[in-house]
């Protein structure tokens, strides 16, 4: 098959593309060409920003595509320039979020709304821009507008939650893993007691393998693994994979440094689930204990260029016990 993936070479496109590749697939990374991997497989390139996809038409007409997945669609005009380049391709698959749920706007409004596990009826956000006004740039982004824009065409939509693994620019387990690399023996840490989805992201690029050889696969999927660590559990597994023997010191939700917040109470669970998937799909999750420990080897070894070793707000918190 033929694929045309939009924004393949950092996390979630990358591991896809490394899945089609290895499975014989004719693969067409189309990005901006600021990120080029030195070992991501030898697969065809097209360098041009989203903006101006459909005046590369002609060289993505040559590759003729069978399928296209979108990776980086984060607003609705993400997604309708994508469509206009590639009119002719008949199976779409589009990364989105659990973000699109209700839930998740309720935990940003610090409310509750809604039980878990999430699952693809539950209902989504009433108000459109989850960032607007919080984070700079992302104004415009919001997935129910990609899924709005994708859904009619009879894509696949696979609705993720915080995915995990190597090469994860959002540095997921840093939290953590820059007081290990400090040699800090203790943790200021709330009550952990948080229920947030995760998925590995090679089972994310499993997910999309799955689907491109179902031809009936279409509409909404949460991909997920379907049993969630509390946050305080999953936080001990990643110190017990690095090695660490740092204690988890338990302080108020209001002396908590910022990049441990998420450590405290919580006003809305956002675990889900992926039954669908499984059922449909054939799909399944790999050992989250051992992902894990993949996934914490990785990042010690690539630790980032720039590491916050500012721990004034740790000992602040600490002191308050």
Not at 11 to 37: K, N, S, Y
Not at 164 to 184: I, M, N, P
Not at 198 to 223: E, F, K, T
Request: proline residues 6%.
């Amino acid at each position: 098959m033929r694929i045309a993936v939009l924004g393949g070479t950092r996390f979630i496109g990358r591991a896809a593309v490394e899945q089609l590749h290895a499975a014989g697939h004719d693969v067409l990374v189309v990005h901006r060409g600021h990120l080029e991997p030195h070992d991501l497989p030898p697969v065809q390139h097209l360098h041009c920003e989203r903006a101006d996809l459909v005046r590369h038409r002609g060289e993505l007409d040559a590759f003729a595509p069978d399928a296209a997945i979108d990776c980086r669609a984060l607003t609705r005009r993400d997604a309708d320039v994508s469509l206009a380049a590639l009119p002719s391709v008949a199976r779409w698959i589009v990364i989105s979020s659990i973000d699109v749920y209700r839930a998740f706007g309720a935990l940003n409004e610090e409310r509750e709304t809604d039980p878990v596990p999430l699952d693809e009826d539950s209902p989504v956000r009433p108000e459109r821009y989850p960032y607007r006004g919080r984070i700079q740039g992302m104004d415009d982004y919001d997935k129910l507008d990609v899924e709005d824009a994708y859904l009619p065409r009879g894509a696949a939509v696979l609705r993720l939650p915080m995915v995990y693994g190597e090469h994860d620019y959002q540095q997921r387990e840093e939290f953590l893993l820059r007081r290990v690399r400090a040699g800090r023996t203790r943790v200021p840490f709330g009550a952990g007691m948080w229920l947030a989805g995760r998925v590995y992201v090679r089972d994310v690029a499993r997910a999309v393998s799955l689907v491109l050889q179902d031809p009936a696969a279409g509409g909404v999927m949460n991909i997920c693994e379907d049993r969630t660590y509390s946050m305080r559990k999953w936080s001990e597994m990643i110190l017990a994979a690095a090695g660490s023997r740092a204690e988890l010191v338990r302080v108020p939700d209001d002396m908590l440094p910022e990049d441990m917040k998420e450590t405290g109470t919580m006003s809305q669970h956002i675990a889900a689930t992926g039954r669908k998937a499984r059922a449909q799909l054939g799909w399944i999750t790999s050992d989250p204990l051992e992902t894990l420990r993949t996934t914490v080897r990785w990042h010690l070894d690539n630790p980032p260029a720039e590491i916050n070793m500012d721990f004034s707000e740790d000992d602040r918190a600490l002191a308050s016990v």
